[in-house]
């Protein structure tokens, strides 16, 4: 039987119970067969005893080690995968740079959650499970297709296992979402996997039974606590939160809207300011969790679904709960700062085997459609992660538009949201083949990176907006007059005073190579005066000998009285040795002073040189602050240029101002809303990324 409405699917006889009931999808169902009204599989005691404790299921194939998610590390993502516990080779048909098992993960990348859902009874009769988590990162799988037989270890950002709670789901993928939506970054949670698998469990869940409750529900919970919190803390005057969801199905590319099925199917448009959204669809204030509750509630009742093989209430469309979150500030200077964000929890149709799930007619049509849809999800998946690899230059066809979903939910897949996909996944072994395929899925969408800013807008009146216009023109005046022209002369005296130190400095090292020529010069003088005064000296010195023989000779001759045979006197030859020896004294001395003068003027010449050495380097740190002083002034003129900017284009986007009016006396004041225009947040929407962690945002996605 093809998808239909779950209220229409009850007996008269069960209108008053049926939202409730309803709502509560699989809780009816038990097994692969469509037998309703077989006891809820939670009554076999798979049910966890209580939240944040999940009880071990005596049903669960292959036990896993516990998962290090309690209550204080709920909300964290394990930081890095734990050690295996032995080495197995990667599965050949993960892609190597799938990030399976690699930390080149970022905090913005897409984050996989794989959760594996508890054996029934008869799958754990059949024999061994395809598979087994083996820590709170790792899980253990059948290699795929012909390669059935090899286990492969796989790594995720998390791996719940059979025994996991849904509060476990919760403290791990719902908390830190709920802080993303507080701190104004978009987020998305996408359930995927087979049909049966447990994704709508995971969405969703029992709505009447506390411990069974879903993501959505525990979300909104969440969200309205802390919604309050903040509200407490500053007081509601200062700060406001508004929330508004939708809730749409999209069964066959046909989009209804699921809080008025009746209505005719939606049209998706495209809008610069708003990006992709679906015209027409019923957009409902949310007040508290009782309205998100009664909200999820109505979407659910409506969602088409249908007893299959596989599933006895399978979900045959897609269903996107979409919730904007917004807070306005109120700052004192009239004006109020918005934050909002999206986020969509989106419960993907299963896909499924056609063969496996025994559809004909018109339900073979409908499986085709949501396997159709899911393989573009793949391909979008696939080629986004390529032309990510590729890197922003290379252009790379992305097929967002050959799927409705994919058209609408582009923002989530490489776009401004944090996402997180959990892939819900059957540990029997009929259902390797399937299982595989969707852990390979989760593989790729692991490499997904997403740019998620805080999106931020300021609003006011448009009073506000002029008087804040009026101080930002005063302030610009006043920094032309004030700054600019003593800027500019500034700038110009350090560049003029940067120039002469340069050109001194340049005089100055002339001067100190001339002077170390000189100094040069006088050693050689210096050294010459030395050699000739040695020479003048060693002159002297065979004088003074041959004087001193002479006269002795003189001696010898006057004593034998044969000094009239010589040729000259003794008197006179002691005359001549005397006068040449004080020619070679004087000599020696002229060398002497020669010699000192030379030296003087060397070290003189040297003391110059080092003088002018140190003046240079003064001169040279005096010129290296000018040109320091002359970048400093260039920057604050660049500055003042883009403040100027600034302004302008602030202007520029301003509307024509238009008379004021006067309020009437006792007139109420203006609504909440009446400061927002609807729509204008996405177009003006100016974030930053380094916000998002400024802004406290505790989680770890
Ligand atoms: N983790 C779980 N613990 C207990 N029961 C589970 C779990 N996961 C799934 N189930 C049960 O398995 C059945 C099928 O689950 P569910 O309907 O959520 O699958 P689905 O993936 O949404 O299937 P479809 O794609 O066909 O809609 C339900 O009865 C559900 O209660």
């Not at 005719?264 to 957009?283: K, M």
């Not at 009026?470 to 560049?495: K, M």
Request: hydrophobic share 40%; aromatic share 2%.
């Amino acid at each position: 039987m093809p998808g239909r409405r779950r209220c229409a699917a009850r007996g008269p006889e069960n209108e008053a119970a049926k939202p409730e009931r309803l709502a509560e999808k699989g809780a009816a169902q038990g097994a692969a067969t469509p037998l309703r009204g077989k006891p809820q599989r939670r009554d076999r005691g798979t049910v966890p005893a209580a939240s944040g404790t999940p009880a071990k299921t005596p049903s669960t194939l292959g036990r896993p080690p516990p998962l290090a998610l309690g209550p204080a590390s709920g909300a964290k993502w394990p930081s890095k995968p734990p050690a295996t516990p032995r080495s197995a080779p990667r599965s050949s048909a993960s892609p190597p740079e799938s990030g399976a098992g690699t930390s080149s993960a970022t905090s913005d990348n897409v984050k996989v959650v794989i959760r594996i859902r508890p054996a029934r009874p008869e799958e754990e009769a059949a024999g061994s499970a395809c598979v087994q988590q083996r820590s709170g990162q790792v899980l253990e799988a059948d290699g795929p297709g012909h390669e059935r037989r090899r286990r492969d270890e796989l790594h995720y950002d998390a791996v719940l296992g059979a025994d996991a709670a849904q509060d476990d789901v919760f403290q791990l993928v719902g908390l830190p979402v709920v802080e993303h939506c507080m701190s104004g970054l978009n987020a998305s949670i996408f359930a995927y996997g087979q049909t049966g698998s447990g994704k709508t469990h995971t969405m969703t869940g029992m709505l009447s039974n506390a411990d069974q409750r879903g993501l959505a529900p525990r979300i909104f919970d969440a969200l309205f606590a802390r919604i309050a919190q903040e509200e407490t803390r500053l007081g509601r005057e200062k700060l406001r939160y508004s929330v508004r969801c939708t809730y749409l199905e999209i069964y066959r590319e046909e989009l209804t809207d699921l809080l008025r099925p009746a209505g005719p199917p939606l049209a998706l448009r495209l809008d610069a300011a708003r990006g992709a959204f679906v015209d027409g669809l019923e957009e409902r204030d949310i007040f508290n969790s009782d309205d998100a509750m009664a909200l999820i509630r109505c979407g659910s009742e409506h969602r088409r679904s249908a007893a299959t093989a596989m599933n006895a209430d399978s979900s045959r469309s897609h269903a996107v709960l979409a919730c904007q979150v917004e807070s306005m500030r109120r700052e004192d200077s009239g004006l109020a700062s918005v934050r909002s964000s999206r986020l969509y929890l989106v419960d993907l149709a299963g896909s499924e085997r056609v063969r496996a799930s025994g559809a004909g007619g018109a339900q073979l049509r409908e499986t085709c459609a949501i396997n159709s849809s899911l393989t573009t999800l793949g391909r979008v998946i696939a080629e986004l992660v390529e032309a990510q690899r590729r890197g922003a230059a290379a252009r790379h066809h992305v097929p967002y538009r050959d799927s409705r979903l994919t058209f609408l939910l582009q923002d989530c897949l490489g776009g401004n949201a944090r996402t997180v996909i959990v892939a819900a996944v059957s540990p029997a072994a009929e259902h390797a083949g399937e299982t595989r395929s969707t852990l390979e899925f989760a593989a790729r969408a692991k490499c997904i990176r997403n740019r998620a800013v805080v999106n931020r807008d300021t609003r006011g009146s448009a009073d506000a907006l002029r008087g804040q216009l009026a101080c930002l023109e005063r302030e610009l005046e006043l920094a032309r007059s004030e700054s600019r022209g003593p800027l500019l002369e500034e700038l110009a005296a350090a560049q003029a005073d940067a120039d002469r130190e340069r050109a001194a400095a340049s005089a100055a090292s002339e001067e100190a190579a001339t002077v170390r020529v000189d100094a040069a010069r006088a050693a050689v003088d210096a050294r010459r005066h030395r050699k000739e005064a040695a020479r003048w000296e060693g002159h002297a010195f065979a004088l003074q000998l041959e004087r001193d023989a002479l006269v002795a000779a003189m001696v010898r001759a006057a004593g034998a009285g044969t000094a009239a045979a010589a040729a000259e006197s003794p008197l006179e030859l002691a005359q001549r040795l005397g006068a040449e020896r004080a020619a070679a004294v004087e000599g020696i001395a002229a060398e002497q002073s020669a010699r000192r003068a030379a030296e003087d003027r060397a070290a003189a010449a040297e003391s110059h040189s080092s003088g002018l050495e140190q003046a240079l380097e003064a001169a040279e740190r005096r010129a290296e602050a000018a040109r320091e002083q002359a970048a400093r002034l260039a920057a604050r003129e660049r500055q003042l240029r883009g403040a100027y900017k600034d302004i302008q284009s602030i202007m520029a986007s301003l509307p024509p101002p238009t008379p004021r009016s006067t309020p009437r006396e006792g007139a109420p004041p203006a609504p909440w809303h009446a400061l927002t225009s609807p729509g204008s947040s996405a177009a003006a929407w100016e974030s930053s990324a380094g916000e998002a962690s400024s802004s406290g945002d505790p989680s770890a996605l």
